[in-house]
């Protein structure tokens, strides 16, 4: 009977710690701010869609209830307000009981100079009309918003590390990353070696023309015997409050005309390129590379060629994988795949290529397995089993299709 109530006991206690369990992804509250009304407007708050890199794979915090982390950035400048506010806390109720460093955790990625209080960081506000993009401007463009109904105009500026206020500007800019990329992590921006881009709004408040960040992407080159650089993107981010609106593949586009006229530039990479980020790379690839005669469409009939991969890495600095594939889909978008023969041409040129690599395994398995064990043999024989590795190739292909699709309803809608 002791055993059932003090069982009971622990059971009410567990509940009750509970309620001082907060999910951060809800509990961070973002913000760029351009006036002061936006401080206490709730429209104009985000949220991280990651924080385990602080709080945990669980991304709980413990020991509050009514939990909000605020981490408001003015618009242009990213001067920050950091405020921890909370309706209760576990010591009020528990003794012996320690609440999570939640305020300590987010003062390992911020730099100093932030403010703690709302009125310093409205004053602040004032002067971001002295804020003006870092760098060399490489391109200008607009955006038509329909629900604001208007054209919006935004510069995309390429930036050295040596820019004066740059580095401790990128160093407020880099704490994004935290939140909304997996694994992301922070640069060395001493290293020389970087390039930085810039995406900002250009608007007027009052009659004076003010910028709001919007995005960015950072470039490392690396080196290339004997004499070439290969620019690896290595982070891109837009904010949420302008993701939708096309601001990446325009940033990417700029990025490639911009190394496009450097001839020492062999071709252009990423690191670790997430699924959101290759679309958006073969939007950009495929609009860039269909002008070029190479790609025509008489030529797209004949199949892949030397003289695409060439013309794709002269020009557009394109390595022969990304150029093969902006071929795929301008192929695909003009066969008629209503056409038997035409589709079954393109599905084993397709499949062909996408076994390759298969094919290749298997004739290394061939050899070695001519010193295996008669166990170990018939294991490696049911990986090669062919039923299942056409079916693989058949899922492979259908995933394929739909990606480049995907790609050719975006260029028919722009």
Known sequence: MQQCTEMAGMNAMEKKLAEYKCDTNEAICLKLVRFAEDVDDESTTFHPEYSHQLYGDDEVAFGYKGLQIQLYYSAGNLSTLFKVKYTSKVTETFDCVEPDDVEGKIREIIPAGFCCNTDDFISLLEKEANFKPFGTLLHTYHVHNVEEGGDFTYQIHKVDVSCPGFKEYHERLQTFLMWFIETASFIDVDDDRWDFFLVFEKYNKDGETLFATVGYMTVYNYYVYPDKTRPRVSQMLVLPPFQGEGHGAQLLEAVHRFYCNLPKVQDITAEDPSENYVKLR?????????????????????????????????????????????????????????DETKARDYRLEVKRRLFAPTKKNQREMTKMMKCLRPEELASHISQMDTALQHEELEKSYQEVLAEYRRVIERLAQA
């Open 282 to 338: 073969d939007y950009v690839l495929v609009k860039l590379c269909q002008t070029l005669p190479s790609f025509s469409s008489d030529k797209l009939s004949l199949g892949f060629s030397d003289d695409m991969a060439t013309e794709a890495r002269e020009k557009l600095k394109i390595n022969k994988k990304h150029a093969r594939r902006v071929y795929e889909i301008l192929r695909l978008r003009m066969t008629d795949m209503s």
